[in-house]
């Protein structure tokens, strides 16, 4: 299912913008993502593989562990351009080991499964090979790097990524130009440019810059791991404004959370339930709603209905 194009449904996604900025905003990003698409090449120098169904995510039967323990079950999960997933259950039902895993942790094992991104297999890909073809993983607790600024990491972030596709790097000049148009479309105040990198930040500000990071980097596939945790309401609108504004037809995000708040401000197509390991219930954003009245005990095997 493809995010619509018309004027209602970004008004609706993008809290606090008119329906004609939310859809300036994201018109814009789209079409500076559409040129990055169109540019990608992989060392070889061909079109990197898409999958025929449009899958930017195809994960089969994924059984992984951690010092002999198992903690993915069996998971199946497939994600469509231009969709939103959220990824709901319980403390320990392995929803971050997932994200975790997608982005290349080499303290996980997988035993079996195959995880497709963009139709290649990328469990024998390092996570600096991943995030070269586009793969984002927004930490629940984002680390902070003193003395390096914000400007360094990302443009040296983004030139690598450029690089490894067999691109011309961007010049100061022109990764600052670049820099500063995203800023200004995730709302992120200009100082934070020479701020190392979440160093003394605030909860708030942490989570914004690695939007930041996001918008910069412009992935095919963000994976945002409980990005609403630890932010009050206020902040919480920000982070989630400055997410959707970088929705489009071309990506699709998978949005790990523990409430159902952080989907008042993010509308998911999908809601998937993972309880011990598997994927237990998967429905609309209306069983997110369900959890938060009911909870996760009604998920029992007899009941559920994948």
């Given at each position: 299912m493809l995010v619509p194009n018309h004027k209602s449904f970004y008004q609706d996604l993008r809290p606090g913008f008119s329906a004609g900025q939310s859809a300036e905003r994201a018109g814009i990003f789209e079409q500076a993502v559409k040129r990055e698409r169109e540019a990608q090449q992989n060392k070889d120098g061909s079109k990197i593989a898409?999958?025929?169904?449009?899958?930017?995510?195809?994960?089969?039967?994924?059984?992984?562990?951690?010092?002999?323990?198992?903690?993915?079950?069996?998971?199946?999960?497939?994600?469509r351009k231009g969709e939103i997933?959220?990824?709901?259950?319980?403390?320990?039902?392995?929803?971050?080991?997932l994200a975790k895993v997608l982005a290349g942790d080499p303290a996980y094992e997988v035993v079996s499964g195959e995880v497709l991104f963009l139709g290649q297999n990328i469990l024998e890909l390092d996570p600096e090979q991943r995030a070269h073809l586009g793969l984002f993983l927004g930490f629940q607790y984002p680390v902070e790097l003193p003395g390096i600024s914000n400007l360094q990491f990302l443009q040296t972030a983004y030139n690598a990524k450029?690089?490894?596709?067999?691109?011309?790097?961007?010049?100061?000049?022109e990764f600052q130009k670049l820099l500063d148009e995203r800023m200004e479309l995730v709302e992120v105040r200009s100082e934070f440019k020479l701020r190392g990198?979440?160093?003394?930040?605030?909860?708030?500000?942490?989570?914004?810059?690695?939007?930041?990071?996001?918008?910069?980097?412009?992935?095919?596939?963000?994976?945002?791991?409980?990005?609403?945790?630890?932010?009050?309401?206020?902040?919480?609108?920000?982070?989630?404004?400055?997410?959707?504004?970088?929705?489009?037809?071309?990506?699709?995000?998978?949005?790990?959370?523990?409430?159902?708040?952080?989907?008042?401000?993010?509308?998911?197509?999908?809601?998937?339930?993972?309880?011990?390991?598997?994927?237990?219930?998967?429905?609309?954003?209306?069983?997110?709603?369900?959890?938060?009245?009911?909870?996760?005990?009604?998920?029992?095997?007899?009941?559920?209905?994948?």
């Amino acid at each position: 299912m493809l995010v619509p194009n018309h004027k209602s449904f970004y008004q609706d996604l993008r809290p606090g913008f008119s329906a004609g900025q939310s859809a300036e905003r994201a018109g814009i990003f789209e079409q500076a993502v559409k040129r990055e698409r169109e540019a990608q090449q992989n060392k070889d120098g061909s079109k990197i593989a898409e999958n025929f169904c449009g899958w930017v995510l195809e994960i089969k039967e994924l059984h992984v562990t951690i010092e002999g323990k198992p903690i993915l079950k069996g998971v199946n999960l497939t994600v469509r351009k231009g969709e939103i997933h959220a990824i709901m259950g319980p403390n320990g039902a392995g929803k971050s080991t997932l994200a975790k895993v997608l982005a290349g942790d080499p303290a996980y094992e997988v035993v079996s499964g195959e995880v497709l991104f963009l139709g290649q297999n990328i469990l024998e890909l390092d996570p600096e090979q991943r995030a070269h073809l586009g793969l984002f993983l927004g930490f629940q607790y984002p680390v902070e790097l003193p003395g390096i600024s914000n400007l360094q990491f990302l443009q040296t972030a983004y030139n690598a990524k450029r690089k490894a596709r067999s691109e011309p790097v961007l010049s100061d000049e022109e990764f600052q130009k670049l820099l500063d148009e995203r800023m200004e479309l995730v709302e992120v105040r200009s100082e934070f440019k020479l701020r190392g990198v979440n160093e003394g930040f605030s909860g708030g500000e942490k989570k914004r810059n690695e939007i930041l990071q996001m918008a910069v980097l412009a992935p095919a596939l963000a994976i945002l791991d409980e990005t609403d945790s630890g932010l009050d309401i206020d902040a919480m609108r920000i982070v989630a404004r400055g997410v959707s504004c970088l929705m489009n037809e071309e990506n699709a995000l998978l949005l790990i959370t523990h409430y159902q708040r952080l989907l008042d401000y993010i509308r998911p197509h999908f809601v998937h339930v993972i309880i011990d390991g598997k994927v237990v219930q998967s429905g609309g954003a209306e069983l997110a709603l369900e959890l938060e009245n009911k909870g996760y005990d009604w998920l029992h095997p007899a009941e559920v209905n994948v």
